[in-house]
């Protein structure tokens, strides 16, 4: 077997249902005629951009054959269907994740060939969607991945930015923002939906009759704009299904005011259409202001009111006013807290627009909505002020009031037996409005409070993270509804993450175990298990990651202008840029290896193991000290690679505007990554989930799924093996965090650790002596180590030499680098979402013939 046949899909039964012929003679003529008629280009001149265009706009004339055939499916049949609503989409690239989805590779390679260009090097031109900030928003995009390929009725709901994730150019070491105009060569995997339109509406104030003991609300806006739809079809890997994000912009009711503009007032003729486009043009807009927050209230609502009406007026169709039956035919997940508003929409929609009473509006809703929380920082967990709320949704606003009362009186009720002031204490932690801790005078609405008390079901992403939140920011109402919560360990997509994005290394599995079956069965990789033991599979397996290091040192050069020795150890870092995640640490331990390098004779250098050390990530435009450790890795980087005693043996870089492209060239890269958070800040993570199919060793925390990864790997060594064998595992432990935070004052740092501090702080890197960041772990009276960076120095830069020991040992590291992939079937998403779909949804597959 080699890279082409497997592409073929050799030996397996293609699901086969499209009418359209796919050979290449036939693609080749189909995207001509595409350049031609669609773009008006010249057979003769077909450029780069037109071959890629004309490529997706045939692609996705299959992607729509399957689209349609599985929603008449899924229409005649009427099966209860997921709503992911979601924020962020992080779909990347979508070019040759959809070729290799419709398993059509060889007609449209060799096509293209015919075109004069390279399929690999044309797809390079697509510009990513970026429609996420990180592990959130990827998430949801493996999970449509994976609902799609098991054929699960479902559908993603969400924004279409214009303008998404920002792009991060690097200047003068500093981070820039610039916008990332994704949208500006069109859009060609999208289908614009002038059909499938909503008004949606803000602010205005409330009208009230009284019937009787029956008070109708009807809310009299002041402000409406238009949904549109556009579809973004999902094609499933191996099945005729495919799947559908729907993705909404908003336009202005009246899109030029023609009177203003004859009174020659030219610009306020756009205001309208100005005010309505900003809601859909950017990714989380900067929210420090009043003005922004407001606007990400209002792009919270707007996706979801429209998602909702969207699915009542599909439900409406088929079923009338049989409310009733809603729950067995819907369930809405919410990604996170952000789409949580639609929990009082779907009420509002109920009551005010369909006409059921209270009791029966809030039944039905407490049954449909399910809720995840990604993260315990406090800044993800949304409070909206109340007054801000009354303003854009007053309706709203009054709406949750009495959600929040029937609430309250549940619990006075439910706690009667506790002691007077403790049970009031418990209602007020519990409340879904209450006092802005920081300034009592404000009032705000807890969307995670209100996400708890309005869904059948909560969960967390990693079972250290599931156990944490029933212990700490819904401890009390893990007290209230013990069964209410759950875990569902992340996962991810090993097409695009291992299959598509690795195809050497897919190909070698795919001959060890005489089956493609594992792409879709991830658990099947434990047949790798034997192979580790021998010793030419072994050198297959290295060969392979040289190779994709070569790969990666070709992007290095692109983006430093640097070459790399591709048989030093590929050290990788890749996430977004934040305290908890300690890049920080990890550049101290950098120079650490620095300062010793240079301190060393000739000869002990010998013995030194080389590393290329890669940093990637974004930080949040305004969080500055992320932006200072983005900084500092620039400057000590300099220092090092111009170095000419080090350069040979050490490198750092800082890779600017990480995204999905660039992760799925990284990835594949890596001997080692690093996911060292302090113990019980990351939720889960999931890059570390992609680095262990690709066979990156770990350097971590006892943190997020690292432990879950840590036992899998454990088990696949054998009952002797204990949890943390194999991988390189430091830290102090989650539960001793608390304390440890409260001694850090007394705590006595490593005499290294101070040493580095002083040359940071002599100004040794750059011309910056970057002083907030190291009083922030140093300071007491400024910060407080709140990341215990300093408790972990030590142990990590031991854990660091295990793993040079290790290195030295090729056959070892080979050996453990199979292991990790033959024990990641846990961490496909198809698992996560098999688990959602049985322990949440109740939601089953229903597969195009
Ligand atoms: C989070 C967390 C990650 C988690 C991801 C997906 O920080 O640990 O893996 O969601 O659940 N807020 C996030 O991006």
Redesign the pocket.
């Known amino acids: 077997l080699d890279v082409v046949s497997f592409r073929n899909n050799n030996g397996r039964k293609r699901a086969e249902t499209s009418k359209k012929p796919t050979d290449p003679e036939t693609v080749h003529s189909d995207v001509l005629a595409k350049v031609e008629f669609n773009s008006g280009g010249n057979r003769g001149q077909v450029t780069a951009l037109l071959a890629y265009q004309g490529l997706a706009w045939n692609l996705r004339e299959h992607l729509m054959e399957r689209m349609i055939a599985t929603q008449n499916l899924w229409r005649e049949k009427d099966p209860k269907f997921v709503y992911y609503l979601s924020a962020e989409f992080l779909m990347g690239r979508s070019l040759l994740n959809t070729i290799q989805n419709l398993e059509l590779y060889e007609p449209y390679a060799q096509a293209l060939k015919m075109l004069g260009y390279n399929l690999e090097t044309l797809a390079e031109k697509e510009r990513d969607a970026s429609l996420g ?5 990827r ?1 949801a995009a493996c999970f449509l991945d994976a609902m799609a390929t098991m054929n699960l009725p479902g559908w993603g709901y969400g924004i279409r930015y214009k303008y998404g994730m920002f792009k991060q150019i690097i200047k003068d070491g500093e981070q820039m923002e610039v916008p990332d105009v994704w949208l500006t060569d069109g859009n060609p995997w999208e289908v614009r939906r002038p059909d499938v339109v909503f008004p949606v509406s803000f602010g205005g104030k409330l009208k009230k009759t009284v019937t009787g003991s029956h008070e109708l609300v009807e809310w009299i806006p002041d402000e409406q704009v238009i949904a549109m739809a556009y579809d973004v079809p999902i094609p499933g890997f191996n099945t005729q299904n495919t799947g559908n994000l729907r993705l909404w912009e908003s336009l202005p009711v009246n899109e030029f005011d023609l009177d203003a503009f004859n009174k020659g007032d030219i610009l306020s003729a756009y205001n309208e259409k100005g005010r309505a486009e900003a809601i859909t043009s950017v990714l989380y807009p900067n929210d420090s202001t009043p003005e922004g927050k407001a606007l990400r209230l209002k792009q919270q609502y707007f996706f979801v009111s429209a998602s909702l009406q969207d699915v009542l007026a599909r439900f409406k169709k088929v079923h009338g006013n049989q409310f009733d039956l809603l729950p067995e035919k819907a369930c809405f997940q919410l990604n ?1 807290t952000h789409p949580t508003i639609g929990i009082a929409e779907m009420v509002h929609l109920l009551v005010d627009k369909e006409g059921l009473d209270w009791e029966a509006a809030w039944g039905i809703t407490t049954k449909v909505f399910a809720f ?1 929380n ?2 315990i ?1 406090p800044e ?1 967990l949304e409070k909206w002020p109340v007054k801000v709320m009354r303003e854009f949704l007053p309706r709203h606003m009054e709406i949750i009031e009495t959600i929040d009362t029937q609430w309250q009186a549940f619990l006075e009720e439910k706690l009667s037996e506790m002691p007077k002031a403790e049970k009031q204490a418990a209602i007020d932690r519990m409340a879904i409005v209450h006092p802005n801790q920081w300034n009592k005078e404000e009032m705000l609405v807890n969307m995670a409070h209100l996400a708890v008390v309005g869904s059948h079901t909560v969960n967390g ?2 079972q250290i ?1 599931s156990d944490i939140i029933k212990s700490t920011i819904f401890k009390d109402f893990h007290g209230v509804f013990p069964l209410k919560f759950q875990n569902k360990t ?1 996962g991810v997509t090993p097409r695009r993450w291992l299959v598509f994005s690795n195809t050497d290394l897919a190909t070698l599995i795919t001959e060890a175990l005489g089956t493609q079956e594992w792409m879709t069965n991830c658990k099947l990789l434990e047949g790798l298990k034997p192979f580790a033991e021998d010793a030419e599979f072994r050198k297959k397996w290295s060969a392979v990651k040289r190779k994709n290091k070569e790969r990666l040192g070709a992007k290095i050069r692109e983006l430093t202008g640097d070459d790399v020795d591709t048989s030093s150890m590929f050290d990788i870092q890749i996430k ?1 840029i934040h305290e908890y995640k300690r890049q920080f640490l990890n550049v101290l331990s950098v120079i650490r290896r620095y300062n010793t390098i240079k301190a060393m004779t000739p000869e002990e250098r010998k013995s030194v193991v080389p590393r290329v050390c890669v940093i990637a990530g974004k930080a949040a435009s305004s969080y500055e000290r992320a932006k200072d450790i983005i900084r500092l890795v620039g400057a000590v980087g300099d220092t090092i690679n111009t170095d000419p005693e080090v350069r040979d043996l050490l490198r750092l870089y800082f890779l600017p505007d990480y995204n999905v492209s660039l992760a799925e060239v990284i990835i594949p890269a890596a001997d080692l990554s690093q996911h060292i958070s302090t113990a019980g800040t ?5 890059s570390n989930m992609k680095f262990q199919m690709n066979g990156s060793l770990i350097l971590g925390t006892m943190d ?2 690292n432990i879950e990864i840590a036992e899998e790997i454990a088990a696949i060594q054998g009952p002797d093996a204990k949890v943390g064998d194999g991988l390189f595992i430091f830290g102090v432990d989650a539960k001793d965090v608390p304390k440890l935070r409260k001694e850090r004052k007394e705590f006595k740092t490593d005499p290294r650790w101070d040493e580095i501090m002083d040359m940071i702080k002599k100004g040794t890197f750059g011309n910056d002596k970057f002083e907030a960041l190291v009083d922030s772990v140093n300071d007491m009276t400024v910060g407080n180590d709140w990341f215990l960076l300093a408790n972990d120095f030590a142990t990590y830069l031991d854990v660091q030499d295990e793993v040079d020991a290790m290195w030295k040992n090729q056959d070892e590291w080979v050996r453990r680098s199979i292991l990790y992939t033959a024990s990641s079937g846990k961490f496909s998403s198809d698992r996560t979402i098999s688990q959602y779909a049985e322990e949440i949804w109740d939601v089953q597959p229903l597969a195009v013939a």
């Open positions: 900030n990180g592990g959130l928003g998430l996170d995840t990604h993260t920082m993800a992403v990693a993270h992340n977004r990351e939720a889960s993570g999931t997020g799924a």
